[in-house]
């Protein structure tokens, strides 16, 4: 894992996947070279996982390697950001087995078609603690019209792409089997945990249609909490117009405070974001040309934090470590 | 470390060092906006250190982070390309004490006026392992004007800047102190292994004057040995002409087998390259400049693999672990 091992191990599993990239120079450059299209800029963003931390140790090395990939796209997706390459550093544990990184590699290739994204370079260093994997994606967007957190107003609509909770649950399966479930909605599950679906077809299309928006990582309740405050606003959110799946809604049948659990379960990897009621028709076209399911689930005020509201209409109560420290 | 804890860490140690870089966003969004400035490309680069691997758990955090930039920046500067901005990834041990995170702050934020560049995102998570940090460094060329490792030509001559050795042998004294040295020396070299001078003046001004350019990091030889292959041809190398600094000197009178360990110990950070002889005069006026020592250490040839001569011109001989497995 160092000196002419590295070398070794870089060229056969991670410059072939700089392959079609003139300006990686096959990782063999201690740099890589990248000009935006014209009229673009470049976005940029960056994520860190640790074994036993961000993925389980037995997790299969190609879905660490994708949603490492996919988390970080994700981030792009949110910002109307068209994903083009990424740097990747990777510390390896030092008794790591060649078929892991193989795997590994083999995980990133599979995505870097499925997205069109390429490596463009980084770095591999050996570690006597954890995995430890460190991802940089770049993406593009028109002009400098990125869609940031901040620009929600009163009045707007707050909406998300796909089903909600589907991660945490699928987590959820991965300690404890849930009864209700068929075989065939807990791998689904446990897909949307291990391999997220970033938007990146529905992000570019929100530009200059959506006000904020972001990326559904933390919960959905504590990542719209950050819009209220970079926005400066406050928003109310619909439980019941919240999407779950149909595997979602399988388990809150039985189960009706799993519901609750959804909005605050992390690994979503949707887009939530808001929109001026004047543009809600253009971003409904753009979504079924990208082919996104989008929710209207609440709305934008004057104030701040975010409140949830139940079926009756009145705000859930915020227990301990309820939805409370997000301010109301 | 996690949740609102690193929302809180983020704002207070690293969202300070956005300061005046708009769209950085002050860290509060997941992405930042690039774009470099008219007629110019990015130059992306990607380096990960290990605590106890890279670096000794009891070094200072301030050092630490200064030294993780740098060597980024020495790879940039290698390239030709000028510093703009970096991506920090930060995998802190759980029981990390907030004054360790402030003095790894500090120490980016003093570079951070030194070398022009500036924070543009990243993210922070907690380890059960040792620190680990990964940084991703963006600079610019004019046009697409990138040093590479391949363009040395048969005839060229090789040159490097500054001295060799006093990073390994820095790194030796905080091991064993050598009892030839002054508490200067000493504190030079320890200096050295630790706070690396990228040199990012001398760099940029190689452009259109050096054949082929690297970084040394791994050992001058090891290093050359990249410019040999991707370039296909061999060097040859005047140990007698390496320039080693007054302390290395030091070291060398009383142990001449030091001058040959110079040659192989890592962290340098100075630029190899290489340079036609019809540009010798314009890059020693570039050098001169840019404050910067230069010295001519050999020529290219056809052929493969990095020849060291000794001071009667012939080659050394390779024993175990010695020269010989960089090809000859």
Redesign the interface.
């Known amino acids: 894992m160092s ?2 091992g590295e070398f070794a191990l870089i060229a056969r599993h991670f410059a072939p996947l700089t392959k079609g990239v003139p ?1 990686a ?1 096959g990782l ?9 299209r014209k009229g673009q ?10 074994e ?3 993925y389980l140790p037995d997790d299969p090395p190609e879905t660490i390697a994708r949603k490492l990939l996919r988390v970080n796209l994700s ?2 997706a ?2 109307g ?1 068209t994903p083009r390459a990424y ?5 390896f544990p030092r008794d790591v087995k060649e078929p892991w990184i193989a795997a590994f590699a083999r995980g990133l290739k599979q995505d870097q078609a499925h997205f069109g994204v390429h490596l ?4 591999t ?6 995995a ?1 994997f ?1 991802l ?1 994606a ?1 993406g593009e ?1 028109p002009g ?1 019209r ?1 869609l ?3 620009g929600a107003r009163p009045g707007d609509l707050v909406c998300v792409s796909g089903t909600i909770g589907d991660g945490g649950f699928g987590l959820a399966e991965l300690r404890q089997p849930h009864p209700d479930l068929t075989d065939a909605q807990r791998r689904f599950l446990i897909a949307r945990y291990r391999i997220p679906q970033p938007r990146t077809r529905l992000g570019p299309s929100l530009l200059g249609l959506a006000s904020a928006a ?2 559904v990582s ?1 919960g959905l309740i ?1 990542d719209l909490g ?1 819009i209220a405050r ?1 926005s400066g606003v406050g928003l109310s959110i619909d439980a019941a117009a919240v999407p779950l799946s149909p595997a979602g809604l399988a388990i809150a049948r039985g189960d009706p405070p799993a519901r609750l659990r959804a909005l605050s379960a992390g690994d979503d990897y949707e887009i939530a974001f808001t929109v001026p009621k004047a543009r809600l028709k253009a971003m409904e076209a753009a979504a079924a040309k990208a082919r996104i399911r989008v929710s209207v689930i609440g709305r934008v005020m004057k104030g701040q934090g975010v409140t949830v509201l139940g079926p009756d209409g009145t705000p859930f109560e915020a227990g301990p470590g309820g939805f409370d ?1 997000f301010g109301r």
């Not at 740097?87 to 510390?91: C, K, M, V, Y």
């Not at 260093?125 to 954890?130: E, S, Y």
Request: net charge negative.
């Open positions: 000196g002419q300006l120079f063999t450059d201690d740099a890589a070279m990248l000009k935006p800029a470049l976005v940029v963003t960056a994520d860190a996982i640790v036993g931390v961000h981030d792009l949110a910002k950001a740097l990747l550093t990777a510390a463009l370079g980084g770095d260093v050996a570690t006597p603690g954890p430890t460190s940089t770049i967007v400098a990125m940031r957190r901040s972001l990326d933390d504590q950050h970079q420290h």
